[in-house]
C-alpha cells in the first residue's frame, strides 16, 4: 500500500523556510499522489497525480495556505473516489467550469431580456437574421418573425432546442389550430421546420420534429378568389363600374382591373413613370412583383401591353393624377399610393359581396374567360399573370418570347370586354 499523510503542518512550514532562503523551488510528497509545490515566496501549490487509461495526469487542488493540508488530503481522496468509479476527476472538473459558465452566461442573458444560448428562441432568431431574411421579402420575413414571436416564443422560446419533442410542438400548434387558424398553424411548421434544420446544421440539436407532423393539423381547404365568370354577369359588372358615383381615381381604378390583369397590390402602386402611353406599354419593376427577394433585386421587370381602352382610361386620369408619382394617390395625401381596401369597397359599394367579386378576383376572371371563351394558349395567359414557372429559363422565356401574343391577346380581351359591355355576350368570331 502507498504511503499517505507523511507531511505535517511543521514540516511543511520548515519547507517554506528553506526555499525562501535558497530561493529555489521545491516539492514535498504527503503520498497517495498528493504533493505540495513549494515557492520561495511563502506559498505553495497542492498537486494530484494520478493515473487514467493508462496515461499520468495532474489535477490542481489549490493554493496553500489558504486551501490547508488537512483539506488539500480531503480534495485527494475525493479524486481518488472519482477514479474508483470510473471518473476522471480533471475532465469532470472541466466539465463543471464549462456548465458554471453557461448557468452564468444564461444568467446574464435572462437579466438582459435575452434568450439562453442553444433555445429555440435563440437559434430561431439567428435563422431569422442570417438566413430567412436574405432569402424572402422583408414583408414575408415580418409576417414570419412575428408569428413565431406570438405562438412559439411565449411556449417553446427558451426551451432547448435539442429537447423539444414532436408532440410538445404539436401541442403549441394545437393552439394556434384551436383558435381556426389552420393555414397559419401549417405555416408555423413550415417556419419551425427551416429552425430545426438550421439548428441540425449548426449542431444545435440533432433532429426535427416538425418533421413528424406531416398529417398531425388539420388540411388546409383551398380556397378561390370570388370571381365572375359567367358572359352576362361580367357585362352587368363592367356597366356598374362605369356608373360609378364614387372618386374618379377609383372608378378609373375598377374600369382598369379586368383591362391590366394585375395583382391588387400592383395596380394601387401604378406610378405614371411605368407608363409609355405612346408605345401603349406598362413596364413594372420586379421590385414591386410578388416573387422571391433575389427575383425583385435581380429579375427583370413585368411587361403590361396596353390595349387601346385600357390607354384611353390612362389619358383620362393623367390630368387628375398625372402630376403626382402615383397613378392612383390616397385620398388624404399624394405621397402614398390608395389603400388595399379602396377597389374592394368599390365592389362591396356596387352591391358585389365578398363571396361573388374580389378585387383579385378579376384576374381569375380573365384567366377562365380567355381560354374557354377566346381561346388563348394557357401559357400565354400565365404569363401575363406574371404566375412562377418551375425554372429560370421558363420564366425568362415567358417573359419575352410570349410579347407578342400578349399584345395581340390584350387587345382582344379589351375588345371581348367592351363588346360585353354594350350587351354583346357572344364570343367574338
Known amino acids: 500500500m502507498t504511503a499517505s499523510d507523511l507531511l505535517s503542518d511543521r514540516a511543511i512550514k520548515a519547507a517554506l523556510k528553506a526555499a ?26 497542492w498537486r494530484f497525480r494520478y493515473w487514467f487509461d493508462g496515461k499520468e495526469r495532474m489535477l490542481s487542488l489549490g493554493t496553500y495556505p489558504e486551501t490547508s493540508l488537512g483539506q488539500a488530503r480531503a480534495k485527494r481522496d475525493e479524486a481518488r473516489r472519482q477514479i474508483a468509479a470510473g471518473v476522471d476527476p480533471s475532465a469532470l472538473r472541466k466539465s463543471e467550469k464549462v456548465a458554471q459558465a ?78 381556426g387558424a389552420i393555414e397559419t398553424a401549417h405555416r408555423i411548421k413550415d417556419a419551425c421546420g427551416q429552425v430545426f434544420r438550421f439548428g ?65 397590390g400592383e395596380l394601387r402602386h401604378l406610378e405614371w413613370a411605368w407608363i409609355d402611353l405612346d408605345l401603349a406599354l406598362l413596364t413594372i419593376p420586379g421590385s414591386v412583383m410578388k416573387r422571391t427577394k433575389a427575383q425583385k433585386e435581380d429579375g427583370p421587370p413585368h411587361l403590361v401591353p396596353l390595349a387601346r381602352q385600357a390607354v384611353e382610361a390612362l389619358r383620362a386620369l393623367l390630368p387628375f393624377t398625372g402630376d403626382g408619382r402615383y397613378v392612383f394617390p390616397a385620398l388624404t395625401t399624394r ?62 422565356y415567358n417573359r419575352t418570347q410570349y410579347l407578342d401574343q400578349r399584345v395581340s391577346m390584350m387587345q382582344a380581351w379589351a375588345d371581348y370586354l367592351e363588346r360585353l359591355r354594350l350587351g354583346i355576350t357572344s364570343a367574338p368570331p
Not at 376572371?365 to 414557372?389: G, S
Open 335 to 396: 405621397q402614398r399610393c390608395m389603400s388595399e381596401n379602396t377597389v374592394r369597397s368599390a365592389l362591396r359599394r356596387l352591391g358585389y359581396a365578398n363571396d361573388e367579386m374580389t378585387a383579385h378576383g378579376f384576374r381569375a376572371m380573365a384567366r377562365t374567360m380567355l381560354a374557354e371563351r377566346l381561346n388563348f394558349a394557357p401559357e400565354v395567359i400565365e404569363a401575363q399573370l406574371a404566375h412562377a414557372v418551375a425554372d429560370a429559363l421558363g420564366r425568362a
Open 102 to 179: 453557461s448557468r452564468v452566461e444564461a444568467l446574464a442573458l435572462e437579466a438582459a431580456g435575452l434568450p439562453p444560448v442553444g433555445s429555440f428562441q435563440a437559434v430561431a432568431q439567428e435563422w431569422l437574421e442570417t438566413v430567412h431574411q436574405a432569402k424572402v421579402s422583408a414583408g414575408h420575413h415580418s409576417r414570419t418573425r412575428i408569428r413565431l414571436e406570438q405562438d412559439v416564443f411565449p411556449w417553446l422560446g427558451r426551451r432547448l432546442i435539442s429537447e423539444i419533442t414532436a408532440p410538445e410542438l404539436l401541442a403549441v400548434l394545437r393552439k394556434v389550430e384551436g383558435r
Open 20 to 45: 525562501e532562503v535558497s530561493g529555489a523551488p521545491s516539492k514535498v510528497k504527503d503520498g497517495a499522489g498528493l504533493r505540495l509545490d513549494v515557492r520561495p515566496n511563502k506559498s505553495g501549490w
Open 200 to 264: 441540425i446544421a449548426t449542431g444545435a440539436c440533432a433532429s426535427n420534429p416538425a418533421a413528424d407532423l406531416r398529417d398531425a393539423l388539420r388540411p388546409v381547404q383551398s380556397r378561390h378568389h370570388a370571381a365572375l365568370t359567367d358572359p352576362g354577369e361580367v357585362a352587368k359588372l363592367l356597366r356598374a363600374a362605369d356608373e360609378y358615383s364614387g372618386q374618379r381615381t377609383t372608378q378609373v381604378a375598377l374600369q382598369l382591373s379586368p383591362l391590366l390583369l394585375l395583382r391588387p
